[in-house]
């Protein structure tokens, strides 16, 4: 058996987190497998160095109608067996929020989950996401394999997960229907693998508002996390977050996996 790392980080922009100091970060930090999220471009807007980091076999997946939003991206060390863009519906694939890499002993899904919106207008689609999402984790499960997702959930789980869960019941990323669906998860048997680790440890938090500075305050929300499936948790070494990681409004989370050689 070996320990690989697997981290996740919503960049908020591939090409904006470049300029400081990405790559930088990515050669020092070394991850197995890194999953981005809200990339923002396409493999071919970026330099040969970005779209293609050295020591990395790299997977892009951006938005098919909408130029600059959303989109998500797989760096890998090893080569997976295979690769699927989307969960096979086009109307939650047009974004370009999921891939889904297979490994000899897991599976990797890293997903943009959707955001609510303020006025709530995306709530419905964000909910009706997040079922077919949990669908495609019960196939993959079904044929045997491991199942780990990772990403930007877009909602904070427990009121443990944000600074100030009083105040935002009615706010999307904490909306009782949005919460529910976190419930539904680890009712079929997905771990938090943070919570695992650190059920009661407050004030752990992976995005704060940069309109607000919140960061500096850590009044912030946990979005970003990685789940495995509950006959996979043995595996878990360890999971954490990376705050002091700058570059975008969230931080990379991330697990150590023991894997076979």
């Known amino acids: 058996m070996r320990t690989i790392t697997l981290l996740s980080w919503n960049v908020n922009g591939i090409r904006a987190v470049h300029k400081k100091g990405f790559l930088t970060w990515l050669a ?49 060390r090893e080569a ?54 949990l669908n495609a984790c019960e196939q993959l499960r079904a044929r045997g394999q491991t ?15 944000l600074a100030h869960p009083k105040s935002n019941q009615k706010t999307t990323g904490f909306l009782p229907e949005e919460r529910v669906w976190l419930d539904q998860f680890v009712s079929a048997g997905y771990m938090d693998t943070f919570r695992h680790f650190y059920p009661d440890l407050a004030g ?3 995005w704060w508002s940069m309109v607000t500075r919140s960061r500096e305050r850590n ?8 789940f495995i499936a509950a006959e996979g948790l ?15 409004d969230h931080c990379p989370v991330g697990i150590r996996l023991r894997v076979e050689e």
């Not at 959707?114 to 077919?132: C, I, Q």
Request: glycine residues 8%; aromatic residues 14%.
């Open 28 to 76: 020092d930090a070394r991850p197995d497998i890194l999953c981005l999220q809200e990339t923002k471009a396409e493999a071919a807007q970026l330099p040969t160095e970005l779209a293609r980091p050295e020591g990395y076999q790299a997977f892009w997946h951006s938005p098919a109608a909408r130029k600059g939003y959303s989109g998500t991206a797989l760096l890998s």
């Open 234 to 248: 043995d595996r878990v070494e360890d999971a954490f977050i990376l705050p002091d990681i700058m570059g975008s």
């Open 80 to 133: 997976p067996l295979s690769v699927q863009f989307g969960l096979g519906l086009p109307e939650f694939d047009e974004e370009g929020r999921t891939i889904i890499a297979e490994y000899p002993s897991f599976t990797v899904i890293n997903c943009y989950f959707p955001n609510g919106g303020r006025d709530h207008n995306r709530v419905p689609f964000k909910l009706a996401f997040y079922e077919a999402f």
């Open 147 to 161: 199942v780990i997702f990772c990403g930007d959930v877009n909602t904070a789980h427990r009121e443990i997960d």
């Open 219 to 226: 009044i912030g929300w946990r979005l970003d996390y990685f």
């Open 204 to 206: 752990q938090y992976t």
